[in-house]
């Protein structure tokens, strides 16, 4: 049986294994999930992507959305509101808050997240191992102009850092001021301190195939790769690396890919992303029809690129894509 490992973000991450199961159904598909998006809120542990891969792998995504339950209705937001009590710019469903006061609940009884994401797995069963990429606190941060953050509406009571600038939660720089405002550096705050999640480092040691879908390079995947040793096991497995742009035509196909690119100074073009990762962990890279003069470029660069259709569509459109990465992988492992 065909082991592969997936670093992952959400809505795209989650879209691209819904694909990658309908192209590969024999396979062992082991997802590492970012959890630098996570935040606490209204006293409970949210972590966004790992919910997204879920549901959406379960069956109970909002489609249109890509994020949030199926049939959502908002009766506790409204009350919060009517009482006072923010952040009203992150609106929890009444359904989604069921799956957030379960995971509160049994960290709080000292369960750690692994544990936490096996057992609302249990439920949902999305046909995958999903694992956190650590059990520690790891949040990331966007670190922007303090005029910038105040304008945008509430946003706490930090103080100006160096040269006027601050930092805010990414969910703040995504969801409140909707990545309009430039974005001068990217923090995981705590990832210097984390530890890979129990079974991450094994998942990635005994792969055939490592897969980086097109997710945020920057707080998706980078996120992943920030944690110490998840590179280290990335890069020491002897499984082919393939990865997927997630930009064509030199912009992200949703998403704020550009903004945090331009952050850690990288060019928004599917070239500078596979130069960004690097054939240290890269060994091949998928880049859409339009962007089909970067191949050169990114083969130069020492990882082998092909140019296929990269919108993901529908489930066959993005199962063609899994087989295309699927079949890239195979001949770096040929040659």
């Given at each position: 049986?065909?082991?592969?490992?997936v670093?992952?973000?959400?809505?795209?991450?989650?879209?691209?294994l819904?694909?990658?199961?309908?192209?590969?159904?024999?396979?062992?598909?082991?997802?590492?999930?970012?959890?630098g998006?996570?935040?606490?809120?209204?006293?409970?542990?949210?972590?966004?992507?790992?919910?997204?891969?879920?549901?959406?792998?379960?069956?109970?995504?909002?489609?249109?959305?890509?994020?949030?339950?199926?049939g959502?209705?908002?009766?506790?937001?409204?009350?919060?509101?009517?009482?006072?009590?923010?952040?009203?710019?992150?609106?929890?469903?009444?359904?989604?808050?069921?799956t957030?006061?379960?995971?509160t609940?049994?960290?709080?009884?000292?369960?750690?997240?692994?544990?936490?994401t096996?057992?609302?797995?249990?439920?949902?069963?999305?046909?995958?191992?999903l694992?956190?990429?650590?059990?520690?606190?790891?949040?990331?941060?966007?670190?922007?102009?303090?005029?910038?953050?105040?304008?945008?509406?509430?946003?706490?009571d930090g103080?100006?850092?160096?040269?006027g600038?601050?930092?805010?939660?990414?969910q703040?720089?995504?969801?409140?001021?909707?990545?309009?405002?430039?974005?001068?550096?990217?923090?995981?705050?705590?990832?210097?301190a984390a530890?890979?999640a129990?079974?991450?480092?094994?998942?990635l040691?005994?792969?055939?195939?490592?897969?980086?879908?097109?997710?945020n390079?920057?707080?998706?995947?980078?996120?992943?790769l920030?944690?110490?040793?998840?590179?280290?096991?990335?890069?020491?497995?002897a499984?082919?690396?393939?990865?997927?742009?997630?930009?064509?035509?030199g912009?992200?196909?949703?998403?704020?890919?550009d903004?945090?690119?331009?952050?850690?100074?990288?060019?928004?073009?599917?070239?500078?992303?596979?130069?960004?990762?690097?054939p240290?962990?890269?060994?091949?890279?998928?880049?859409?029809?339009?962007?089909?003069d970067?191949?050169?470029?990114?083969?130069?660069?020492?990882i082998?690129?092909?140019?296929?259709?990269?919108l993901?569509?529908?489930?066959?459109?993005?199962a063609?894509?899994?087989?295309?990465?699927?079949?890239?992988?195979?001949?770096?492992?040929?040659?």
């Amino acid at each position: 049986m065909q082991r592969i490992v997936v670093l992952a973000g959400g809505i795209g991450g989650a879209r691209f294994l819904r694909g990658l199961k309908a192209a590969a159904p024999e396979a062992e598909i082991t997802v590492i999930g970012n959890t630098g998006d996570d935040i606490h809120l209204f006293g409970l542990k949210i972590c966004p992507d790992l919910d997204t891969l879920m549901y959406t792998l379960g069956g109970g995504i909002h489609e249109e959305q890509g994020w949030g339950r199926a049939g959502e209705t908002f009766a506790v937001k409204e009350e919060l509101a009517a009482y006072g009590m923010g952040p009203q710019w992150f609106g929890l469903g009444d359904r989604d808050i069921a799956t957030h006061l379960v995971r509160t609940r049994m960290l709080a009884a000292g369960y750690p997240l692994s544990a936490v994401t096996e057992a609302l797995c249990a439920r949902w069963r999305p046909g995958v191992r999903l694992l956190p990429m650590t059990d520690d606190r790891v949040e990331t941060h966007v670190v922007i102009d303090a005029a910038a953050a105040d304008g945008g509406g509430s946003g706490g009571d930090g103080g100006d850092g160096e040269g006027g600038r601050r930092a805010v939660h990414f969910q703040e720089y995504w969801v409140r001021l909707r990545a309009r405002v430039p974005a001068h550096g990217i923090v995981p705050v705590g990832a210097e301190a984390a530890s890979p999640a129990p079974g991450v480092s094994e998942a990635l040691a005994a792969a055939d195939v490592i897969l980086f879908p097109p997710s945020n390079p920057v707080v998706s995947i980078g996120t992943i790769l920030a944690v110490p040793g998840i590179r280290e096991a990335v890069t020491g497995s002897a499984a082919p690396v393939v990865g997927l742009s997630p930009l064509i035509g030199g912009a992200p196909v949703r998403g704020m890919a550009d903004k945090v690119l331009a952050a850690i100074g990288v060019a928004a073009d599917a070239a500078s992303v596979a130069r960004h990762y690097g054939p240290e962990l890269l060994d091949g890279w998928l880049v859409a029809p339009q962007d089909a003069d970067a191949v050169p470029e990114v083969e130069k660069a020492g990882i082998r690129c092909r140019a296929v259709p990269l919108l993901m569509t529908g489930q066959e459109a993005t199962a063609a894509m899994a087989r295309e990465a699927l079949a890239l992988a195979e001949e770096v492992r040929a040659a």
